[in-house]
């Protein structure tokens, strides 16, 4: 068992003396001063993201707050518009109805061109449910 300790110290050993030998070749090709500049520039890049991940930060938390400031009332606005949409069309389909009837017994009450049917172009704003 010692013996297969041995080796593997041995065999780790000369893995670590290949790779300071290697690292030493590489660090002859490269120029001193130009891994300082490279090093000052990933710095203050490093130095402008923190900046700028500070100031979204920042932004996020004050939309959240706006949001929760206003969700209430964009709440209250929607019920309200819902409800005015839905009284409207009954009424609409109320005037229809007392349109129809008024034809029925006077059938000269409203000019010709009155009684060609408007077609509704405006988009339907509603969510599907």
């Given amino acids: 068992?010692?013996?297969?300790?041995?080796?593997?110290?041995?065999?780790?050993?000369?893995?670590?003396?290949?790779?300071?030998?290697?690292?030493?070749?590489?660090?002859?090709?490269?120029?001193?001063?130009?891994?300082?500049?490279?090093?000052?520039?990933?710095?203050?890049?490093?130095?402008?993201?923190?900046?700028?991940?500070?100031?979204?930060?920042?932004?996020?938390?004050f939309s959240q707050n706006c949001f929760a400031e206003i969700s209430g009332d964009i709440a209250t606005n929607t019920r309200v518009l819902k409800s005015m949409k839905s009284d409207l069309d009954y009424i609409f389909l109320k005037l229809r109805n007392m349109k129809s009837k008024v034809l029925t017994i006077f059938p000269d009450a409203?000019?010709?061109?009155?009684?060609?049917?408007?077609?509704?172009?405006?988009p339907d704003l509603e969510v599907p449910k």
């Fill in 1 to 61: 068992m010692s013996q297969k300790q041995s080796e593997s110290e041995s065999e780790s050993e000369s893995m670590r003396l290949g790779s300071e030998e290697v690292s030493r070749e590489f660090k002859t090709l490269i120029n001193s001063d130009d891994l300082q500049s490279l090093n000052h520039l990933q710095h203050t890049i490093l130095g402008r993201l923190q900046d700028s991940n500070a100031v979204l930060s920042h932004f996020n938390e």
């Fill in 110 to 122: 409203f000019p010709e061109d009155s009684m060609n049917e408007v077609v509704d172009r405006r």
